[in-house]
């Protein structure tokens, strides 16, 4: 459990991934907030004001590349992590271009999955 009431947005168009990451998240204590799109992404974050941001690489409008990009390039969100979070078998390569925080493959383990945001958001 994590002591307070942690923020995590995900950006996720698979609806399976973002009900079972919810789930997972409201058990550790998070608010959590999801998005299927990247559309006016830094107005989204901005408005939730997130501790963390899981982020897929495959969305509709902006790719998690580009979207990761502007988050950074932004000065009152760039100190916010972004866990770069995709199936794709180049993630590290991909997190690395975006300016990404850290990485997590899918499909994942939920321990692994627990400790990765446990170690953004308790920090």
């Known amino acids: 459990m994590i002591n307070e009431n942690k923020k ?3 950006f996720d168009d698979n609806v399976e991934i ?7 998240l409201n058990d550790m204590g998070c608010e959590v907030q999801t998005s299927p799109t990247t559309n006016d992404v830094e107005e989204q974050v901005t408005e939730f004001m997130p501790d963390l941001i899981l982020m897929d690489n495959w969305l509709p ?5 580009e979207a990761t990009k502007l988050i950074k390039a932004n000065q009152s969100l760039k100190d916010i992590p972004v866990i770069y979070f995709s199936a794709n078998s180049n993630i590290s390569e991909l997190a690395a271009l975006a300016g990404a925080d850290g990485y997590l493959a899918k499909p994942f383990d939920i321990d692994h999955f627990e400790e990765m ?3 953004y958001v308790d920090a």
Not at 61 to 65: L, T
């Open 117 to 119: 945001v446990m170690k």
């Open 8 to 10: 995590v947005f995900i």
């Open 18 to 24: 973002l009900e079972l990451c919810t789930e997972i």
């Open 61 to 65: 409008d902006i790719s998690g590349v």
